[in-house]
């Protein structure tokens, strides 16, 4: 709330204190200048109550952007965990697999060693 500075009565209080009028009134008027040009420039309670409002969609925001975050991460966990579960499934077809052909290489060199055997008594 925006109050008047009473530079009349500012100045004959300062005349009554030995002041001369002249000084006096330029005193009175500096201060009215220098009180007069900070108001536009001051928080009133409405600047106040919009600023408690944009806080409070802020901290809305915030909250929205931390649940959306918890399901990316719920989210990248899961695909995490089936990505290694198809990687491991994968890597044991592949041991597997080398085993079987690691075993038939045993099993045909054993098979051409007894035939090399047999033909050549």
Avoid at 53 to 62: G, H, M, Q, V, W
Avoid at 80 to 98: G, N, P, V
């Amino acid at each position: 709330m925006a109050t008047a500075f009473d530079t009349l009565t500012a100045a004959r209080r300062m005349e009554e204190a030995g002041m001369k009028r002249e000084e006096a009134e330029a005193v009175a008027e500096t201060v009215r200048a220098a009180a007069a040009s900070g108001r536009e420039e001051l928080a009133t309670k409405a600047d106040f109550a919009a600023l408690k409002a944009d806080f409070a969609a802020l901290k809305a925001d915030f909250a929205a952007l931390k649940a959306e975050l918890a399901a990316l991460k719920a989210e990248l966990k899961a695909d995490l965990a089936a990505l290694k579960a198809e990687l491991r499934a994968e890597l044991m077809d592949r041991i597997q697999s080398t085993e079987r052909r690691m075993y038939a290489a045993v099993f045909a060199a054993a098979g051409l060693l007894f035939a090399a055997l047999k033909l050549f008594p």
